[in-house]
């Protein structure tokens, strides 16, 4: 079973630094993907940034970027340049390629502060 | 496209009244899902339909079932409502699923909220 950890419930970033965004995953797949997803309070979940556990290279996605450390079991979120539109939850995800659902963790609230 | 849309937005029942969630998607997306998500719980897996005609048990599926319509419609039931069901339901679609598909990702609906009382 897959099972996601996101270990800060909260975080707090002033406008224009960087954060990075906690995720460490538990798989028994060789194969499998990474999902971040951020909820906004309007409730929607939108896609952000995808790594397959077999890319060489990091996945960026304009300021979105995720440090993928596959012998560590971590993928966490880079948000550079914090903007005040990125105040959201942020949810980590897993799929195996062995079945179809996403696993997500408990999610993140980021706060950033103008 | 109007992408995933679901139906209702809101919707308050008392225990034991049943009522279905409507979800449809214009993206031509093979499979469907249906998660709720719960405060401090993060999303979970109800059912799903990997392609038209298949539907599979999730992570959380006792109290809930669904009917994959046709490839743009899959709706899910609630028979007998209890407040443990009270929850944001979300619904949605991609492209495929396992195998070489593992890279797309999941659109999503808006969600509906629903209050058992």
């Known amino acids: 079973a897959q099972k996601i950890t996101q270990t800060q419930p909260g975080m707090f970033v002033q406008e224009k630094e960087a954060v990075t965004l906690d995720c460490t995953y538990d798989?028994?797949?060789?194969?499998?993907?990474l999902f971040w997803y951020k909820q906004p309070s309007s409730g929607e979940m939108i896609f952000l940034i995808y790594?397959?556990?077999?890319?060489?290279q990091n996945a960026t996605e304009g300021r979105y970027s995720l440090n993928f450390q596959k012998a560590r079991k971590s993928a966490n979120l880079v948000i550079s340049a914090s903007q005040l539109g990125d105040s959201a939850m942020y949810f980590c995800?897993?799929?195996?390629?062995?079945?179809?659902?996403?696993?997500f963790g408990e999610g993140t609230q980021l706060t950033v502060n103008p | 496209n109007a992408g995933v849309t679901q139906t209702p937005k809101f919707q308050v029942l008392k225990t034991g009244q049943s009522m279905t969630l409507q979800c449809a998607q214009d993206m031509n997306h093979n499979s469907m899902y249906w998660y709720r998500q719960d405060p401090g719980m993060g999303l979970r897996l109800i059912y799903y339909s990997a392609s038209e005609g298949t539907t599979d048990k999730g992570e959380v599926p006792n109290g809930y079932n669904v009917s994959r319509l046709n490839k743009r419609e899959f709706s899910l039931r609630l028979e007998s409502a209890a407040p443990s069901q009270t929850s944001v339901y979300f619904c949605?679609?991609?492209?495929?699923?396992?195998?070489?598909?593992?890279?797309?990702?999941?659109?999503f609906g808006p969600g509906t909220r629903l209050t058992v009382t």
């Open positions: 790594q397959g556990s077999y890319d060489e």
């Open positions: 995800a897993t799929r195996e390629t062995s079945g179809s659902r996403l696993t």
């Open positions: 798989t028994s797949d060789q194969s499998y993907g």
């Open positions: 949605a679609s991609s492209v495929t699923t396992s195998g070489t598909g593992i890279h797309y990702e999941q659109y």
